[in-house]
């Protein structure tokens, strides 16, 4: 034997305000939304510990790019020679 399930009845229809949508909100300088936009914006990016890493790499010698190996060497000096 089966029960009979519950059904949500809504009764009365949903009614939408008329509230600015968010572009409009943007739009107002004197927002809160638009005045917490431009506070993100200003806000300083904290860089990641590869991001350190790669600008200590890159400051400490020519290019980040450039591999450190015998091999590596001995072609940057053959090409220099032609």
Known sequence: MSRVKKKRTGG???IW???PRRSEKL???????SRKRKNLDKKKKVKSV???HQ???GNGEGGSDQ?????????RQLK???
């Open 55 to 57: 600008d200590d790499q």
């Open 67 to 75: 591999r450190k190996t015998r091999l590596a060497d001995k072609i």
């Open 12 to 14: 009365q229809p949903v």
């Open 50 to 52: 590869y991001d350190k």
């Open 17 to 19: 305000l008329d509230a």
């Open 80 to 82: 220099k020679d032609d």
């Open 27 to 33: 739009a107002d300088p004197d927002s809160y939304e």
